[in-house]
């Protein structure tokens, strides 16, 4: 029977197959789980936070290279002379090395790495690098057609032209002006024999490659330097983990172990660091999540231990609805604020009041008192972030020092929003009437703008002027820089400062200035500005800055509202978490993330 | 044939152009890219963006910049690509993100287009056979559903209950006596109505379908299987046995013995092979492995379906192989399913393994073990594949449906009836093929529009596909990104479209393209 032989066959190999695998031995074919790794100062083995983005350049000096994603990273993987904290104020990092002024004028200063400070390749950090950071900070080498060989995020050839004195550890330097923002201008960067070796691959020792960059930056040396120039300039560049571990030496706590693009990048602890803080999980994954809603479920499922966001009504029920989770609602660097033009002939320009200026300025103080900055706060703000307060002053942020001084200067506009049109209408009244409607813009399509535009409108009306909606998409009138006019009476919108740099005010304080879309022109603001850019010594800076702020408030410049709102939300997990509007945000104290216990 | 190839290639480019220079001028009037750092105060923030304007050719006007651009683009036709920078992006090369993005936009569609189709159309038909049942009713209800529902809704909520609650019910998942009853009635009804047919059939399909999915339930309360799921020796022959049957339906049919013979012995081939199958696995590492396997156990079918298949040798010779290659399959994934313990030990989830974000966990890949690699995609593509099929398949149900029953109204259907065929190979052989022609070229149209259509489902997965591209673009107002983001979507589309028109022509011999 054919049938029957193939059944049995088919059963026969079948039973052959089953004996078979009855006699083998299993144990060495299980997988078993692999031992976890422990060390004794490390607390934890991961800690994975979200942000918007990660990096794709390691040399945030470049102009390339100079974003927020790329500074983060930079940030875990690079120590420096001093850092911000949530203060904000800046802190002087003497672990890894020292500053000082050896000569006041002309200003000349020695910056000292300490010894044993070495990169992840073992190399020491010494002056070399901070020659190659100098060469390219100050622009120091230009191409042929006169551009920067070292493409420098912000090259300033004015600032120091002559060659700095390098002595081992050591750097010292002299500007060619007394420069104000010295101590924020300067770090160390990338390294510089690895910026040499990778130009010049022949150089197999780092500090055969060092020497070599000093000759050459001695000596001037174009045709040499261009080379490393270009290096430094795109080389960085690199979306997944760099072939060449030269790319990603790193000075700080962490080394970059593994980057995979539109992903995450993954750094692990410096073996070698020993100068400052020391981070409490061996390992620190940024993650990319562009949405809010996504980084907070992530942190609810467990993947996310720490992540920010800009807070809507919709964001921050959701975090507080988290139940292993702990949030803080606080600030960010951008700040809203209504500017007025005084050149456009609108009802804040002198002319049309007959050229008088102090009756101008009663009608710009009284709109400015009309905006009921409290009710923005309360109906806005506050239920984004209940810790909101009314900022009340251009340059200071608010807990920065100098705020408090600079807010007294505004002490008309410190009361409550009834008693604020009570004075804009006495103001109105002592003038004899607005001449001209306010056209007001904002961003259209700004939903919170908007809102806040229909508050204003009602509190201005009320007191006697009449604001018209000049909403539009784009930000045309800020193209137009003196003698052009800004066509708007009003606008509102955010600056962003990023950094405690005191330097940079000048760009729409003065007229012709490239932010100056007001039309603002004030003698005395603009010596004391003059004088800002030479003052060195701390107190000089926050005495003239304060005459500065003095002016503005007189001139009723303009009127600052509030914070914009941040949240950061993270695992019950991890503890020690903590805000900053500066940049690098709540990374700025990495070393404090503690894992809790349980 | 090849002329009108040409031809259509020809008028795609005029197309792509003209669509190409629209695209161009209306992203770049929509705003100003460098908004946002206008209004920074940062001292050196006017050397960024000189440097910027200068980088995006900012000076130029729109009109004008189209042609840089252009002249850039038409660059990819010699190989020498230069879609500009992105701003968006901090200024990457567009080529290189396009390149990233297209791998993970593809990653993310495969399953779903092929689960879609799968099930969209075995439900789709199955309805067209049960018109008018309460099956019929009920399917149509939810494709209609499922169908008009927001997808970032149903990703959101998907989020919250497939992966977290989920995660956290996996801590402890233990069914109670009234889940566990609920959901057995439920399934009950289910089955019920997709069998159909008479009182005394109904009552019986219900209990039988009812213990047998709360027996299930229990199994898996003591087992705690949903804790450390496992396929098992036992659960390979199962599941053979099972694939036997469907593809025994859908090729030779219940009667020829030797096909069922033939073919359900796979299911104790498969069984035998568990354990050769651990060695394969351990000297074969990597994809060799797994290939391997699926070869072996495709072999093993065809080669006893020729030996003993008798006058129906080639076709039960096919039907044999393909359950053999879906055998080994299965071994593939027992194997796979053994690394679920050392898996969940490295993931940072508390409990349960379901992922919201991303494509791959940072701690798994340093691992670099197939196995584990394999079912962190798994866990990673789960949601955001179920998202994207909710959708599909609603839709693919209502075009499968309608189709097969145009076909079974056709006059040779009746014929193939009067002939004497079974009902069975009526369906199968006449009815299913020439239903699947329409559908056949809607498919081809369909991925072409999921390379760009996972916008929604790619930022709420936080996937970094061409979506998220996209969407970064236009939110930064980077003509640049959204300007290779539509070249490549443009070309998918035109490419589509001509591969349905080819695909219609050689499936159907009554159409011819000139």
Known sequence: ?598 | MLSFILRRLAATLVVLLVASFIVYQLTAISGDPLAELRASRDPDIQSKLAYLSDVLDLDTPPLLRYFLWLGGAAGCLVGQCDLGVSIAKGQGEVTELLAGAMMSTLQLITLATILSILVGVAVGMTTALRQYSGYDYTVTFFAFIFYSLPIFWVAVLLKEYGAIRFNRFLADPTFTPVTLTLVALFLALVVTGIVGGGLKTRVRSFVVSGVLSGAIMTWLNVTQWLKTPSIGLVGVVLLTLVVSGIILLLTTGFGQKRAVIIISAMGLIAGAMWLPGQYLFFYLTGFTGIIAMIAIMAIIGITLGLLFGGDAKREIARAAGIVGAISGLILVIDEAMQYWSQYLGLISIKSGFVSTIGAVTPTIKRQDNLWLTLLDNYAHLILPTAALMIVSVAGYTRYARASLLEVMNQDYIRTARAKGLSERVVVVRHAFRNAMIPIATIIAFDISGLIGGAIITERVFAWEGMGALFSAGLGHVDVNLVMGFFLITGLFAVVGNLVADLLYSSLDPRIRVS
């Open chain 1, 1 to 598: 029977m054919k049938k029957f032989r193939g059944i049995s066959l088919v059963a026969g190999v079948g039973i052959l197959a089953l004996t078979l695998s009855g006699c083998a031995p299993t144990e060495d074919l299980t997988p078993t789980a692999s031992p976890t790794e422990s060390t004794a100062e490390v607390t934890a083995p991961l800690i994975t936070v979200g942000w918007n983005d990660i990096i794709d350049d390691f040399n945030t000096s470049s102009a390339a290279g100079n974003n927020v994603a790329n500074s983060l990273t930079s940030y875990l993987t690079s120590s420096g002379f001093n850092y911000y904290d949530n203060a904000p104020s800046l802190v002087k990092n003497t672990d890894f090395g020292s500053y000082e002024i050896v000569v006041a004028d002309p200003l000349t200063v020695k910056y000292t790495i300490n010894d044993g400070v070495v990169w992840s390749d073992g190399t020491p950090i010494d002056g070399a690098d901070m020659a190659m950071a100098w060469a390219a900070t100050f622009g120091y080498f230009k191409n042929a057609d006169e551009s920067y060989m070292f493409a420098h995020a912000a090259p300033k050839d004015n600032l120091a032209s002559k060659l700095p004195t390098v002595d081992g550890n050591s750097i010292t330097f002299e500007y060619d002006v007394q420069y104000v923002d010295w101590e924020t201008q300067f770090g160390v960067g990338v390294a510089t024999h690895g910026a040499v070796q990778m130009a010049y691959p022949d150089i197999a020792d780092a500090a055969a490659a060092k020497a070599a960059f000093l000759d050459a930056l001695a000596s001037g040396d174009s045709e040499w330097m261009s080379k490393v120039a270009e290096v430094w300039n795109t080389g960085y560049s690199s979306t997944n983990t760099p072939s060449n571990p030269l790319v990603y030496l790193s000075s700080g706590p962490y080394v970059l172990e593994e980057l995979v693009e539109e992903s995450y990048a993954t750094h692990v602890l410096n073996p070698l660091y020993t100068w400052g803080p020391k981070p409490k999980y061996e390992r620190i994954t940024i993650r990319q999540i562009a949405d809010s809603t996504a980084a907070i479920q992530a942190v609810d499922n467990g993947e996310v231990q720490i992540a920010s966001g800009q807070p809507t009504a919709d964001v921050l029920a959701l975090v507080q609805g988290l139940a292993n989770a702990e949030y803080e609602s606080g600030e960010e660097a951008a700040y809203e604020h209504v500017d007025l033009t005084v050149n456009n002939g609108g009802p804040f320009d002198p002319a049309s009041y007959g050229g008088d200026a102090e009756k101008a300025r009663k009608i710009r103080q009284a709109f400015l008192l009309s905006i009921p900055r409290g009710e923005i706060i309360d109906k806005l703000i506050k239920p984004l972030n209940p810790n909101a307060r009314v900022r009340t002053a251009v340059q200071f942020i608010p807990g920065a020092n100098g705020y408090d001084q600079a807010e007294a200067f505004y002490a008309d506009y410190l009361g409550t929003d009834e008693e604020n049109r009570e004075k804009a209408k006495a103001l109105i009244a002592e003038v004899g009437g607005v001449n001209g409607d306010v056209g007001f813009w904002y961003p259209e399509g700004n939903v919170r703008r908007g809102q806040e535009f229909e508050l204003i409108k009602l509190s201005a009306d009320s007191v006697g002027f009449n604001v018209v909606d000049e909403s539009e998409p784009d930000w045309a009138f800020t193209e137009k820089v003196y003698p052009e006019l800004n066509p708007h009476d009003a606008v509102i919108f955010a600056w962003a400062a990023t950094s405690l740099a005191v330097s940079g005010d000048d760009q729409y304080l003065t007229l012709g200035g490239p932010s100056n879309w007001t039309g603002y022109d004030n003698a005395n603001v603009a010596a004391l500005l003059e004088e800002l850019q030479t003052a060195v010594e701390v107190e000089d800076q926050l005495r003239i800055r304060l005459a500065i702020e003095a002016e503005l408030a007189k001139d009723a410049y303009n009127i600052t509202i509030f914070q914009f709102p941040g949240l950061t939300w993270w695992d019950k997990s991890v503890s020690g978490v903590s805000s900053n509007l500066l940049v690098p945000y709540f990374y700025w104290n990495f070393w404090d993330w503690t894992p809790t216990a349980g």
